[in-house]
């Protein structure tokens, strides 16, 4: 009988919960721009006067994202610091944006004579811009850039080596 | 001999092409997040860059006001006089294939504000004596909200919604 009441005193101790605890979870996946340069560094044989001076290769920009609705468009944009001198021998003889081309996805040839968000006046192209809807906010896109340096309006460039830095620029706004 | 020697050979000669290849053709840059929408005073973020080639990247940061037009144009400006921004750095250099963090604390006067920081990745491997190099720019976007945001927008009053659970 003594044995009998104790393992019933032992077996509602077991019964005893103690009380529910929480651990708070919170995972975060950001929003995110990838932009991938298939070269970094374009070559051109210059021909004096000739309006077809194709570069060595195209650069190819691949962009991938994953954003939030509150983005309603991503741009890709072309420019340079200046229109004037997008090319330059560096004693002030120039090529300007206005005679450098770009041909985006096999498109027309275009030359960077458009006001952009950065960059010099007259010195830039949008070279593409994507909705995003409901459907896109994870995606990619391709542009394949050819270009292009027409030495036409410039008859008389002196020879020597031209040098310049073009600039690619996402925005998500 | 000669054909055991080709194939030995074979292998490390395909790795170290693969390895040139991705080096010269292979360029991500990432930025993530793209927009932070921060609440506080002064508001702390973070940012972060990846370099996913195989060479050391320089990247410089720049703060810029912008404003969007009624068409979704949007026009950056030098950043505005009342926002303060403390960055971790301005500039900095990722090592290949490795992710960098910036801090940032930001204060202005009044809310909603917003800047851009954008980043300038430079010092691309193959740079050319001759010809044209191409660098890259990603946004980063902090909108800085009120702290008491749940107002009536559009009532002449101005009176706050209330948000207090009813009682019994």
Excluded at chain 2, 28 to 48: F, S, Y
Excluded at chain 2, 84 to 113: G, M, W
Aim: hydrophobic content about 40%; charged content about 10%; proline content about 5%.
């Amino acid at each position: 009988m003594f044995l009998v009441m104790v393992f019933a005193a032992a077996a509602q101790a077991q019964v005893l919960n103690s009380g529910a605890s929480t651990i708070s979870l919170n995972a975060v996946l950001n929003d995110s721009i990838t932009v991938s340069l298939s070269s970094n560094a374009v070559n051109f044989t210059l021909t004096q006067a000739s309006g077809s001076n194709p570069g060595s290769t195209s650069v190819t920009a691949t962009t991938t994202w994953l954003l939030r609705p509150n983005v309603g468009s991503l741009k890709l944009y072309a420019f340079f610091a200046s229109s004037a001198s997008a090319l330059t021998d560096g004693t002030g003889n120039n090529i300007p944006s206005s005679d450098f081309q770009i041909s985006n996805n096999g498109g027309a040839f275009n030359a960077l004579t458009n006001t952009v968000p950065f960059g010099g006046a007259n010195a830039g192209l949008q070279l593409s811009s994507t909705t995003i809807l409901g459907n896109n906010r994870k995606g990619t896109r391709t542009d394949v850039m050819n270009f292009n340096i027409n030495l036409v309006p410039l008859p008389n460039l002196p020879a020597g080596t031209y040098t310049g830095t073009l600039t690619i620029q996402a925005q998500a706004i | 001999m000669k054909t055991s020697f080709l194939r030995t050979a074979r292998r490390p000669l395909a790795s170290a092409l693969w390895v040139f290849v991705l080096g010269t053709a292979v360029s991500a840059q990432t930025v993530r997040p793209v927009i932070n929408e921060l609440i506080g005073d002064p508001v702390k973020g973070r940012v972060e860059y990846v370099n996913d080639s195989l060479t050391p990247l320089n990247v410089v940061l720049e703060a810029k006001s912008f404003t969007v037009s009624e068409t979704g144009e949007v026009s950056y400006r030098l950043l505005d006089s009342d926002i303060h921004i403390k960055l971790s750095t301005t500039s900095f250099r990722i090592q290949p294939q490795q992710t960098y963090y910036v801090f940032y604390e930001a204060t202005a006067p009044h809310t909603p504000a917003w800047f851009v920081i954008y980043a300038n990745f430079t010092g691309f491997a193959f740079r050319t004596a001759q010809g044209m190099n191409v660098r890259l720019q990603l946004p980063h976007t902090v909108y800085l909200l009120p702290k008491h945001s749940l107002r009536s927008l559009n009532s002449t009053s101005s009176a706050p919604i209330s948000m207090r659970p009813r009682t019994r």
